[in-house]
C-alpha cells in the first residue's frame, strides 16, 4: 500500500520472467525464483497458520511489523520484474541497437523518480509531526513536578530524551540530575 501496489505488479513479472528463462545460461534464474518463491510462500502461511490472528486494524498493524522478511522475497522478484520490463521496453523502442542501453537507465532514472516523487506528496502528510510537542509537553511535566535540585530516576528512552533534551537544548530545570536506570 505504501508504493501503490507496483512493486506487486512488478514482482509478479519478475516471478513469471524467472520462470519463462529460454537461454541454456541463464536456467540457474528459473531454479533460484523457484526456492525465493517457495521460501516466501513457506514463510507467508506458516506464520500465518502459527500466529492465529484474525484480520482485524490492530491485529493487522501486529502483523505488519513482522512482514519484513516476506517483504525481502517479494523486493527481489519487484527488483527482476523491473529489470525485465525496462528491458523489453528498450528493446520494443529501440531493438539492438548501442542506444539501448542508454536509454534503459534513463527510463529507469524516470520511473524511480516518479515513484518515489509520488509517494513522498501522498505519504507526507500522514507522517508529518513537526507540530507534535506530546514528548515534550510530558518531559515538561515531569520536569515541573520535581522539587528544586531533585535527583530524577527515569526507565526506558522516552523518559531519558524528553526530559535530556528539554535540559540540554531549552535549558529547563538543569537544577534535576537526571539518572537512567540503564545507567546503574
Same mark, same amino acid.
Given at each position: 500500500?505504501?508504493?501503490?501496489?507496483?512493486?506487486?505488479?512488478?514482482?509478479?513479472?519478475?516471478?513469471?520472467?524467472?520462470?519463462?528463462?529460454?537461454?541454456?545460461?541463464?536456467?540457474?534464474?528459473?531454479?533460484?525464483?523457484?526456492?525465493? *518463491?517457495? #521460501?516466501?510462500?513457506?514463510?507467508? &502461511?506458516?506464520?500465518?497458520? &502459527?500466529? %492465529?490472528? %484474525?484480520?482485524?486494524?490492530?491485529?493487522?498493524?501486529?502483523?505488519?511489523?513482522?512482514?519484513?522478511? $516476506?517483504?525481502?522475497?517479494?523486493?527481489?522478484?519487484?527488483?527482476?520484474?523491473?529489470? $525485465?520490463?525496462?528491458?523489453?521496453?528498450t528493446n520494443l523502442s529501440?531493438?539492438?541497437?548501442?542506444? $539501448? #542501453?542508454?536509454?534503459?537507465?534513463?527510463?529507469?532514472?524516470?520511473?524511480?523518480?516518479?515513484?518515489?516523487?509520488?509517494?513522498?506528496?501522498?505519504?507526507?502528510?500522514?507522517? %508529518?509531526?513537526?507540530?507534535?510537542?506530546?514528548?515534550?509537553?510530558?518531559?515538561?511535566?515531569? *520536569?515541573?513536578? /520535581?522539587?528544586?535540585?531533585?535527583?530524577?530516576?527515569?526507565?526506558?528512552? &522516552?523518559?531519558?530524551?524528553?526530559?535530556?533534551? &528539554?535540559?540540554?537544548?531549552?535549558?529547563?530545570?538543569?537544577?534535576?540530575?537526571? *539518572?537512567?536506570?540503564?545507567? /546503574?
Amino acid at each position: 500500500e505504501e508504493c501503490f501496489h507496483i512493486p506487486i505488479v512488478l514482482a509478479v513479472l519478475g516471478v513469471i520472467g524467472s520462470f519463462l528463462v529460454q537461454k541454456r545460461r541463464h536456467v540457474w534464474r528459473h531454479y533460484a525464483a523457484l526456492c525465493l *518463491l517457495a #521460501g516466501y510462500l513457506s514463510y507467508v &502461511l506458516v506464520f500465518h497458520y &502459527l500466529s %492465529n490472528l %484474525n484480520f482485524e486494524p490492530l491485529f493487522l498493524g501486529v502483523q505488519k511489523r513482522f512482514w519484513m522478511q $516476506a517483504n525481502i522475497y517479494m523486493w527481489l522478484f519487484a527488483g527482476a520484474g523491473f529489470s $525485465a520490463s525496462m528491458s523489453y521496453v528498450t528493446n520494443l523502442s529501440f531493438g539492438k541497437s548501442p542506444a $539501448a #542501453g542508454r536509454w534503459r537507465w534513463i527510463f529507469s532514472l524516470l520511473f524511480v523518480s516518479i515513484l518515489g516523487q509520488s509517494m513522498f506528496m501522498v505519504h507526507f502528510p500522514k507522517v %508529518n509531526h513537526r507540530h507534535n510537542r506530546v514528548v515534550e509537553s510530558y518531559g515538561k511535566k515531569m *520536569l515541573e513536578s /520535581m522539587p528544586k535540585n531533585a535527583i530524577m530516576l527515569v526507565n526506558g528512552d &522516552l523518559n531519558n530524551n524528553a526530559v535530556k533534551y &528539554l535540559q540540554q537544548c531549552e535549558n529547563m530545570r538543569t537544577d534535576v540530575a537526571i *539518572l537512567g536506570l540503564q545507567q /546503574m
